[in-house]
DNA sequence: CCCATCACGCGAACCGGTTCGACGACCGGA
DNA sequence: TCCGGTCGTCGAACCGGTTCGCGTGATGGG
């Protein structure tokens, strides 16, 4: 069920079938109706590779995601789905890709073979030879979140930096002092993890700036993790009031950890951070948070990787987003608690 | 960079660096490592569409998910991560279709355009044309999930109705008598998807059968609508003392509605169901529930498929799972409440 | 009436691999 | 010395599209 097989039945040639097809050239109306009912019998669909060999593009583009492996969190499936939803409406395939185990081998997969016209980057860190790699090759990329020199690059990204603030501040404006933030694992802060990175600067600067008693968690990307962190925050300052969390897989560990130790939310502790308002939702009470927009920022990353591939030469774009606090009803004012508070101030 | 530029390089012909390269037919080693030097230095790899065309095998699966489009759960995301990992494992990537809005158009793509060497369905319903045409066109596909009359097809599913009746059984011997069933939306109820079917047939026989008093609901795929359908659940009938769930979306927000309503979960009242263990834990306590095995299912499904691949032949095969139940702390003895109880039984 | 123009369609080359048949060199055995 | 068989390599055809240059018949203006 080849071009050749409608061309003999049509009793034209296999270039008019093409031509036919793609508009590309000027096909009589008699000729074009004869070939579209021989395609239409048939039930013939043009052969995906053979096209790409010939035309050089796949009309697939890569979506690359985290190297973490062994845990997904909600806000990816967001990316995910948001990605496949909107390449379909520019007539684009996703071709999924781990950068896990392998980041190498899937890559030159992705790339050297040719799979795909350009590609999607999850997961970003700081320094990323991937991006660096891509940028070198100047190849047709747009990255969801940036390194730390993201000048000249495509992206759409976070202000993580300014969310995590904004969450301190808006504790410190409730009257709490001693706060703690609740990061991603370990692991992937060594990795050198942007959001992970950012968040803790933000919150970090902020609340020095504020002059309040912070510390800082990482934190599994799972329930029973969040719960043994919230245990750490409470056995090394029991004053401690507030939390804020970039970690949202942890959400409903974190609030398990303080339901345990006695804490009410939002009475005698408040809990807000940088979360997936889907995610938001589902814990009791209801968490305040700066949502995170995925789905917008999956289909943001399309509409600029169908930019770049439609205008080799354009200029690279970003778009910088900072979703204001949705309040919820995990934060209140902070009242004084234990024998250490009513001397500070 | 393609494999004549390479020949030439290396002084030998574009058959014999395919031949070094696939090993299909001997090549001298003087030779081989002659053309391996060439390939390294110039970094080549040959391109995907061609060799797809000439050998008639993309190395592709394509996975097929959601005709949900507007939501996604977190089960969908295990499974997704499974297949991508599965099937890098054995050399394939995979091409993501929504087959959300326009499902033909997207289907049409995957197997017309033969962009894939074989397909994984999500979602499955009861009776599903996307099944139905696979099967008609002999296309290498494997579900997860069955239809209605899965016998001769390539499956791996979960046993809802066994595990839906074994959360009934399990309430039963804990002396609940009246319990409530929160399924998934009406429209995936009407669409005639398969775990919601299997999954309320298994309730309601297991109820008849010990005699409980049971009422089914619908329910959105989000917290607001869970904890809708407990004020729904408990308005009916206030005497209710557990229910039994597979929206695992939802969970966050039944247990809020309990709360709500002044119901202590497991002491006033217990819930139970059918849920991936990563999202049983993260509601407090924690989920007594039979987990969904997402991941190993999204593991098999990628080896049965790569078994019909590579035997066009073999006869179909298929995996029915039912995991046990994974005892946490939502559930526990009934006690007789309100005033409407004593009577019973 | 003749030639320029145009619309339409054809054939061939090409994209970059794979695969098959054939061929020359070299070997050992008779 | 000649012959048969292996081993290694080559050239050509093929997979199924796209695209370029050209030919042809119809049309119309001078």
Redesign the interface.
């Known amino acids: 069920m080849n071009i050749g097989e409608i061309a003999k039945r049509a009793g034209v040639s296999r270039s008019t079938v093409s031509y036919a097809l793609s508009g590309k050239r000027p096909v009589s109306d008699e000729t074009r109706e004869k070939i579209q009912r021989v395609i239409d019998d048939l ?1 013939y ?9 010939a035309n050089g593009r ?1 009309s ?1 583009i890569g ?1 690359v995601f985290p190297p973490a ?1 062994d845990h ?1 969190t ?1 806000m ?3 990316f ?2 948001s990605v ?2 909107a390449a ?1 409406a520019y007539d684009y ?6 950068s ?1 185990v392998d980041s190498d081998r ?1 890559f ?2 992705l790339l ?4 795909v016209d350009g590609a999607i980057l999850m997961e970003i860190r700081l320094q990323d030879d991937r991006v660096d790699h891509l940028i070198a090759e100047n190849f047709p990329a747009v990255c969801i979140g940036r390194t730390a020199q993201p000048e000249g690059d495509w992206w759409v990204g976070l202000d993580h930096t300014a969310l995590a603030a904004a969450c301190v501040h808006y504790l410190a404006d409730l009257g709490h002092r001693r706060i703690a933030f609740v990061n991603r694992p370990e692991r992937l802060l060594r990795a050198g993890y942007e959001s992970a990175h950012r968040g803790l600067d933000g919150f970090t600067k902020a609340a020095a700036e504020r002059g309040l008693t912070a510390r800082t968690y990482d934190c599994g990307d ?3 993790s969040g719960q043994a962190c919230v245990e750490r925050i409470l056995h090394d300052d029991p004053d401690t009031t507030a939390l804020v969390t970039l970690n949202e897989a942890a ?3 974190l ?2 950890g303080l ?1 345990h130790a006695g804490r009410h939310v939002p009475r005698d502790f408040s809990v807000t951070g940088v979360v997936a308002a ?1 995610w938001a ?4 009470p ?1 968490l305040t948070a700066a949502d995170v927009p995925a789905a917008q920022m999956g289909r943001l990353a399309v509409e600029l990787l169908v930019e770049r591939l439609d205008h080799p030469d354009a200029p690279p774009r970003q778009q910088l987003l900072a979703p204001p606090i949705s309040l919820r009803g995990s934060t209140g004012p902070a009242y004084a608690v234990g024998p250490a508070s009513p001397g500070s101030a």
């Open positions: 039930g669909r043009p052969n995906a590779s053979a096209r790409a060999l796949t697939t979506l492996g997904y909600g990816q499936l967001d995910i789905g496949v939803e379909a395939d996703v071709l999924l890709s781990p896990g899937s030159q997969r050297g073979e040719r799979r799972d329930a029973p959400l409903g560990g609030y398990r339901a889907r939702e589902t814990v009791t209801q």
